[in-house]
C-alpha cells in the first residue's frame, strides 16, 4: 500500500522492469479451501450481501 500516485507509479515500473528481465518472484503458496473460506465468508460474501441489501 502506498499513499500517492508517484509512489505507484514508481512500483508499476519497478515491478514491469522486473518483468522484462524475468526477475519477478514466484506467487506465494496457494491457500486450501479450508484456509481461504474465512476470507471469503467474512470480507467477499458481506460486501455483496451488503450491497444487495434493500436501504432502510
Known amino acids: 500500500m502506498v499513499k500517492t500516485e508517484a509512489e505507484v507509479t514508481r ?5 514491469e522492469g ?3 528481465t524475468g ?5 506465494g503458496k496457494v ?3 479450508a484456509e481461504w473460506m474465512p476470507e471469503y465468508l467474512d470480507v467477499i460474501c ?3 450481501w451488503r ?3 434493500p436501504s432502510r
Open 51 to 53: 450491497s444487495k441489501s
Open 31 to 33: 491457500p486450501t479451501v
Open 46 to 48: 458481506s460486501r455483496v
Open 18 to 20: 522486473k518483468r522484462e
Open 23 to 27: 526477475q519477478v518472484a514466484k506467487p
Open 11 to 15: 512500483k508499476v515500473r519497478e515491478l
